[in-house]
């Protein structure tokens, strides 16, 4: 079945420093790709998407690319901000319209 | 445009009690979507709707019901109340073009 698979965190970086959150999937077909984030309080906001291989999503400096030969949609940012302190969650949109999702991956930017 | 909205955003429940979890869009979006969020666990599924009059269950509908009378309405009931239902709900909507879903800002629920 499908699956998404999310480094574990809490990741704790200090202000401009390089992020990388891992993001690997298992799937049948051909998924489109998410990343969502999640403020402290509120809701899941899309940061970005793909949906086809070796597509770049992009958004707020933020960066990820669908690969499909290692089935991975890493989240990249070169120089990450205080403002940027969440929860990033990795999702896999299928053909039956569901999204499957990894299970968090929290981020503190230290000033 | 509000976009989804849920109500309430707190509640405290007692073992046993029943209540309704509130969810509207004013997007036209024929899909609708209820999920928990358990820390450390990511989103499941609970329900969901692909239009008015037409709803499915995900993959944890034990203890909850829903209906979809109307497009923006998609109310999550849950009848008896269980320590094991203590989780924020959030609910979500898409159109039929694309698979990406616009989330409420969910409702923190404490099952005591």
């Known amino acids: 079945g499908n699956s998404v698979t999310q480094m574990e965190g809490p990741v704790t970086l200090s202000e401009e420093a390089f992020l990388t959150i891992n993001c690997t999937y298992t799937a049948t077909g051909y998924p489109s790709l998410f990343w969502y984030v999640q403020y402290p309080g509120e809701g899941l906001q899309l940061l970005l998407k793909a949906t086809k291989a070796d597509d770049k999503g992009s958004n707020k400096g933020f960066e990820a690319t669908y690969r499909k030969e290692t089935t991975s949609f890493h989240l990249e940012k070169g120089s990450v901000q205080v403002s940027d302190s969440a929860v990033y969650f990795c999702a896999l949109g299928n053909q039956g319209g569901k999204l499957i999702f990894g299970q968090g991956t929290e981020l503190s930017v230290k000033p | 445009n509000a976009g989804v909205t849920q109500t309430p955003k707190f509640r405290i429940l007692k073992i046993g009690q029943s209540m309704t979890l509130q969810c509207t869009q004013d997007m036209n979006h024929n899909y609708m979507y209820w999920y928990r969020q358990d820390p450390g666990m990511g989103l499941k599924l609970i329900y969901y709707s692909v239009g008015a009059g037409i709803t499915d269950k995900g993959e944890v509908p034990n203890g909850y019901n829903v209906s979809r009378s109307t497009t923006e309405d998609f109310p999550l009931r849950l009848e008896l109340a269980a320590p094991s239902q203590t989780s924020v709900y959030f609910c979500?909507?898409?159109?039929?073009?694309?698979?990406?879903?616009?989330f409420g800002p969910g409702t923190r629920l404490t099952v005591t």
């Open positions: 979500a909507s898409r159109d039929g073009a694309s698979l990406e879903q616009y």
